[in-house]
């Protein structure tokens, strides 16, 4: 089952972006990174979510160091281009204000 930290709803204007919200703390391992994206691309198939609210959210990994950004690039990698966004957590303002319409 598909739980993740946090989901948010964003409107500036007229544009409302969602998203889904992983924090990492740096403490899971590229395996259950791996498996935890695995997970919402397996969601993203059922298209329940569309269908809820018109839009598949972003998934947004937040993360404590830029370096962690990579590892869970690197854990994330294998799964092909679906999309995911990382960021630091002083990225991640400027990141949920973006259009991604």
């Known amino acids: 089952m598909l739980k993740p930290d946090a989901y948010a709803v964003v409107g500036t204007g007229e544009f409302e972006q969602h998203a889904f919200i992983e924090v990492d703390l740096g403490t899971t391992s590229s ?3 791996a ?3 695995q997970s919402y ?3 993203h198939a059922t298209r329940l979510e569309q269908r809820r609210v018109g839009v598949f959210p ?3 990994w937040v993360a404590n160091s ?3 950004t990579r590892v869970i690039s690197r854990a994330l990698q294998s799964l092909g281009s679906f999309g995911f966004e ?3 957590v002083d990225e991640f303002i ?3 204000s973006e259009d991604q319409t």
């Open 35 to 37: 498996v935890k994206g």
């Open 66 to 68: 830029t370096e962690r």
């Open 86 to 88: 990382l960021s630091t």
């Open 41 to 43: 691309i397996d969601y």
């Open 31 to 33: 395996r259950r990174l």
């Open 58 to 60: 972003v998934v947004i």
């Open 94 to 96: 400027g990141l949920m």
